[in-house]
């Protein structure tokens, strides 16, 4: 049909031969319209002709949109927020936006950029689109994420998961803590979620781990259960659990028990609800809603175990107390229920954290593993966690200076709490004029502690005293009645 290879074809002749071509598609053209149904035809001009004529991609791309199915994409979310770790001196457009709750500014990519990203051993390209629609106020966001075809396992199963929990870390970085009680009027956070009738402010506690004044050994005991619990939500469901875990912080007031669970909250940066259970009047109160972990703080637990009557003051007083009574028994029981009965099984990830002056005023019940699983001793200060407080307030290492190795010796042979030591270390700007003043505070303070001790011996053995005493006389009195019954019997045998 066609000449030999070594011809040589003349103009002439590739002029036939592309007529005859294109007289052939013409016609096979308009045999197609004229006899083949539409979908088979469109069928032919996708899938048969363009694959014959377009040049197959070594690429793929996936698109991620920023809704599935009228809800927030989480692998969306988790892009944006990675992202903004990737930016670099060659993006030419961004865009920027910070929330009133917001510490930092949120910098992320704007329409049309693109970059590049290096995981393991290959590269993949991520762009940013938003489309509108003509007359709608509808804008559609997705990203493009392009990479070789040979890679599509390795992205889907390595590459995404990686985005996914690098964007947590850095969420969990830039997180601002929330405190919720049902005393703020209901709000929403900056997630833009709301937890009913649970308003929140920001909890701007500044307290760490690194500035609690405790024993250095105790707030790594903490800190490893609070990490081990959190890696652990297989090993609880393989056990039949429910993935939460319980505190107990118990000592005297001013010892840091509440600084200790914003210590917590923030190291962790999960947010607190503060329950008040005088506010609670069925299971339903105890059930929160919320999206993500956080802790279930229930203060001075001995006393809120108290709980006031809500009958009409007005009613007869032991009719009152027979109600009371009831009613306290009756919300003790929703408590038990609540931490470790089948209610405990609603909404896991959670950390109960319950304090009290008294823990010895505590029910039994509410102490067995299950519902306080930790139970930490807020104790006096110590020699140790007093060098944290002085590198707090006054900017020194304790071994460094002369007097500290002195107020430590006194501190651990006396009882005094951290606030009280706190106090003491703002009273002056001079560091030998508060050191000094200390140790004033301590000695005085010990003195107290020596003559109240005194007191309470001599109290004792005045007790013991009267004790023998008593049963002295009783002892005494019994001969005495003795000795008159007998000489009562006598003068009748004489009688």
């Not at 500014?105 to 950029?113: F, H, P, S």
């Not at 319950?354 to 010895?360: A, G, M, V």
């Not at 508060?434 to 005085?444: A, D, H, P």
């Amino acid at each position: 049909m066609f000449p030999s290879s070594n011809y040589s074809f003349s103009p002439s002749t590739m002029f036939s031969v592309c007529a005859s071509l294109s007289g052939f598609s013409m016609l096979f053209r308009s045999m197609l319209n004229d006899f083949v149904p539409d979908q088979l035809r469109s069928y032919i001009y996708e899938n048969v002709l363009g694959r014959l004529f377009t040049p197959s991609s070594k690429n793929l791309t996936l698109i991620i949109d920023e809704n599935s199915k009228y809800k927030r994409n989480l692998v969306y979310e988790a892009a944006e927020m990675y992202l903004r770790t990737k930016i670099g001196p060659e993006t030419e457009r961004l865009r920027v936006a910070k929330t009133p709750k917001q510490k930092h500014l949120n910098v992320t990519i704007a329409k049309g950029e693109a970059i590049r990203d290096t995981f393991e051993d290959f590269q993949v390209r991520w762009l940013y689109v938003q489309t509108e629609k003509e007359n709608s106020e509808k804008v559609k966001r997705y990203y493009e994420l392009t990479f070789e075809k040979k890679l599509r396992e390795r992205v889907l199963d390595s590459y995404l998961n990686h985005v996914i929990a690098e964007s947590e870390k850095i969420k969990r970085d830039l997180r601002v803590v929330n405190l919720y009680s049902r005393d703020v009027p209901g709000s929403r956070d900056d997630d833009g979620s709301s937890c009913g009738s649970w308003g929140c402010i920001s909890l701007e506690h500044p307290s760490t781990f690194d500035t609690l004044a405790m024993d250095p050994s105790a707030k790594k005991k903490i800190i490893d259960d609070l990490e081990r619990f959190l890696k652990r939500k297989e090993f609880y469901k393989r056990v039949g659990k429910a993935w939460k875990r319980g505190y107990l912080l118990y000592g005297p007031p001013g010892t840091g028990k509440s600084s200790l669970i914003a210590a917590m909250a923030n190291y962790l940066k999960f947010d607190v609800f503060d329950l008040d259970l005088s506010n609670i009047y069925d299971n339903e109160d105890f059930v929160i809603h919320h999206e993500s972990f956080y802790f279930l703080v229930i203060e001075d637990i001995d006393c809120n175990a108290e709980v006031r009557d809500r009958e009409d003051e007005n009613q007869e007083i032991g009719k009152a107390r027979g109600k009371r009574k009831r009613r306290d028994d009756e919300y003790d029981d929703r408590i038990l229920n609540f931490i470790d009965g089948l209610w405990s099984s609603f909404g896991d990830e959670r950390i109960i954290v319950f304090t009290t002056n008294h823990k010895d005023r505590l029910d039994p019940a509410l102490l067995r593993p299950g519902r306080m699983d930790m139970h930490i001793n807020m104790s006096y200060c110590t020699g140790l966690a007093f060098r944290t407080l002085v590198s707090n307030y006054l900017g020194l290492d304790g071994l460094n200076h002369p007097l500290c190795e002195k107020i430590e010796k006194l501190i651990d042979s006396t009882e005094v709490t951290p606030a009280e030591l706190a106090e003491e270390l703002m009273q002056d700007d001079d560091t030998d004029v508060v050191l000094r003043g200390v140790i004033s505070f301590v000695e005085k303070r010990k003195d107290e502690k020596s003559k109240v001790k005194a007191q309470e011996d001599v109290s004792a053995c005045n007790e013991v005293v009267t004790k023998i005493d008593d049963s002295d006389g009783k002892q005494n009195s019994t001969k005495n009645q003795k000795q008159a019954g007998k000489r009562g019997r006598k003068r009748q045998k004489l009688m």
